[in-house]
């Protein structure tokens, strides 16, 4: 039973340049959610995936974008990257309701230089 | 005030004892709460879930919770040095599918032999 895979692993970008980071699901899971963690911080709550709409958002601001496709996976899209943005960007999955545990991947790096 | 509050640490404790973490939350229509892991390098791993009032046991792991209090709590009997981790609490804010889960910042735990 395959759990929630992210792709890539790590990444390196320059300010001013979009990433578009990818997540497929744990089988049986529909909504995906994202997060960013920095060092020594919790996971922030980015945004929630379900039936392909965003359902939820976290206090992002709207350069942080993202789809979902008919067969569940996601894609988080950042666009005119900052120095700040550099952190462990993890996706979860879980089933309907947004209340549901979380099922982590093993999240992308991104560094931004 | 902060949605989740969390003492950072580190929390050290010898090998073979209880070791007591907690949580406090501010949002009173909280209704799923969750106890993550999380190794150094890797991503959050669900330890438990508890939605109501009392005490919820799972091996060597007892999640309290006391809804009037706002509080959380996760005990670890015969603390092992695999225990050493980082220790995320996590709690949904909102209702069912419009409802999405914040986190804590972490207790670190470290176990000594």
């Known amino acids: 039973d395959a759990g929630v895979t992210q792709s890539p692993t790590h990444l390196i970008k320059t300010r001013g340049q979009q990433v578009t980071l990818r997540c497929s699901p744990k089988s049986g899971h529909d909504t995906v959610s994202w997060y960013q963690q920095a060092l020594g911080q919790g996971p922030q709550f980015i945004f929630q995936?379900?039936?392909?709409?965003?359902?939820q958002r976290g206090n992002f601001p709207d350069r942080f974008s993202g789809h979902q496709f008919p067969n569940y996976s996601s894609e988080l899209n950042v666009n005119a990257l900052l120095l700040g943005d550099s952190a462990l960007y993890l996706c979860?999955?879980?089933?309907?309701?947004?209340?549901?545990?979380?099922?982590f991947g093993d999240g992308t790096r991104l560094s931004i230089l | 005030q902060k949605e989740v509050e969390q003492n950072s640490g580190p929390l050290s404790v010898p090998e073979g004892a209880i070791a007591s973490l907690n949580c406090t939350y501010s949002?009173?229509?909280?209704?799923?709460f969750f106890w993550y892991r999380q190794y150094s390098g890797k991503s959050p791993e669900l330890i438990m879930s508890?939605?109501?009032?009392g005490d919820k046991e799972d091996g060597r792991f007892t999640a309290q919770l006391n809804k009037a209090s706002q509080y959380v709590s996760l005990l670890i009997r015969d603390s092992q040095p695999s225990d050493s981790a980082t220790y995320l609490c996590a709690f949904t804010v909102g209702y069912s599918s419009a409802s999405k889960i914040i986190f804590g910042s972490g207790t670190r735990l470290s176990i000594r032999p």
């Open positions: 508890i939605y109501s009032n």
């Open positions: 979860a999955s879980s089933t309907g309701t947004g209340d549901q545990p979380q099922h």
């Open positions: 995936y379900y039936e392909e709409e965003e359902r």
């Open positions: 949002d009173r229509g909280s209704q799923s």
